[in-house]
């Protein structure tokens, strides 16, 4: 096998040149969708993309496209790619590994003479955080189609700006009919990205080969009660809505615990009390809840079981509510050729590896809708993610983009 001579110098300077585009001071990075920051860094990277000599689209979202053209361009090209927003005070590796890591490894082949027989495309995704619109990966639910142009009009930021206007102002004009592909695009997608977890660094592991994602589910939920004076207010009758919400929050951890799966999680990560004074019965509650598993039916349980016991609450203790549940994704397993061919490029190299579920998901589990896909894992320091301290040597990253280069040249020969 060609080993590849991957420019470990070049990609990390790049690496560290994304991460000054940021809203926050580092080594923290904040990168929001359609920020000055944001549009900045796309700027950036445009120029990146060119240098390169890669063909670029950006479709209505401004998910953007870039192209080594195959031999045979008939053919369905290999994808690979992540994303470069990031959440408030998080890192400057989430997502960006695997844009930048991917333009790396298309350099590579490049650089190496590998003319490959299929294209092979990076995606750089719009918006893989639900920060500004509430839902996760944006770009790539719109690319699958599970999330329509009539959805994408309607959504509104927290400070009530529309989508529509937001993407049109940042210089993506098209129609939104656009944006879905069409299952020939790709023959496979591969992502590369961060562990976001310890499991590699605590097994002394170079590779981690992603078998499935975790099938998330998310639930916002609006409790409607009585509010008053907490001293003048007798306790009969009173409809508290954080009594309530306690009541739910408690089964939701309970969900998990009974659900019998190794790996269901279920989290009430968000809690707002209204009016939210000591001396004032809490009349309106709104909780977020975050539920999932890798088995469809054991997160399928848990989520109705959790929509029982809200409806047994809110009629035992008559509080009004609204449920909406926000997502409820499928879990995806990964394409077994392309986890073969991963594998014997990491054993091929000579690295040491593990295959692993995430339990995380990415932009790859939409992907997973239109072609056979599979993820490869980097590890992180002490598991850290979503916050300044995520790092991953420049030697682990490089070890990354080799395998990707590797398994793409496979893949694109096939
Ligand atoms: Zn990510």
Redesign the pocket.
């Known amino acids: 096998m060609t080993r590849l001579s991957i420019n470990t110098p070049r990609l990390i300077s790049e690496i560290n040149q994304l991460a000054t585009f940021s809203d926050a001071p580092a080594p923290a990075v904040t990168r929001i969708l359609y920020s000055d920051q944001d549009q900045a860094a796309r700027v950036w990277l445009r120029q990146r993309i060119l240098d390169a000599g890669l063909t670029m689209r950006e479709d209505a979202l401004g998910n953007l496209f870039a192209r080594l053209i195959g031999s045979d361009p008939t053919l369905p090209a290999v994808g690979t790619g992540?994303?470069i927003d990031a959440i408030p005070h998080s890192g400057k590796y989430?997502?960006v590994v695997g844009v930048l890591g991917g333009l790396e490894a298309i350099r590579a082949l490049q650089e190496a003479g590998i003319k490959p027989k299929r294209s092979i495309e990076l995606v750089m995704f719009t918006a893989?955080e639900p920060t500004r619109f509430g839902i996760g990966c944006l770009g790539s639910r719109a690319m699958a189609g599970t999330l329509k142009p009539a959805e994408l009009l309607a959504m509104t930021d927290s400070d009530g700006a529309n989508l529509d206007d937001l993407r049109k102002g940042a210089g993506f004009t098209q129609s939104l009919d656009t944006v879905q592909l069409s299952p020939e695009t790709y023959s496979s997608f591969i992502e590369l990205?961060i562990e976001?977890g310890p499991r590699l660094e605590r097994d002394k592991l170079q590779i981690g080969i992603v078998t499935s994602i975790a099938a998330p589910a998310t639930l916002r939920v609006v409790l409607h009660g009585d509010g008053g004076h907490a001293g003048a207010t007798l306790m009969p009758g009173r409809r508290d809505a954080l009594v309530a919400a306690s009541e739910i929050v408690q089964d939701v951890e309970r969900a998990a615990h009974e659900s019998g799966s190794p790996d269901a999680v279920a989290t009430v990560g968000l809690l707002q009390v209204h009016p939210g004074a000591v001396n004032s019965i809490p009349s309106k509650v709104t909780l977020e809840i975050d539920i999932r598993d890798t088995r469809l039916d054991s997160r399928d349980g848990m989520v109705d079981r959790v929509l029982a016991k809200i409806e047994e609450v809110c009629e035992r203790r008559k509080i009004g509510r609204d449920v909406e549940v926000l997502n409820r994704d499928d879990p995806c397993q990964s394409g077994p050729h392309i986890i073969k061919a991963a594998e014997s490029v990491t054993q091929e190299l000579g690295y040491s590896y593990k295959k692993l579920v995430s339990r995380a998901y990415?932009d790859t589990l939409f992907m997973a809708q239109l072609c056979p896909t599979a993820m490869i894992f980097v590890p992180s320091e002490n598991g850290y993610s979503h916050r300044p301290e995520e790092y991953t040597t420049d030697e682990e990253i490089a070890r990354g983009v080799e395998v990707l280069a590797l398994t793409m040249a496979k893949l694109a020969n096939e």
Request: glycine share 12%; aromatic share 0%.
């Open positions: 992540s994303h989430d997502g893989e990205h976001q990415h």
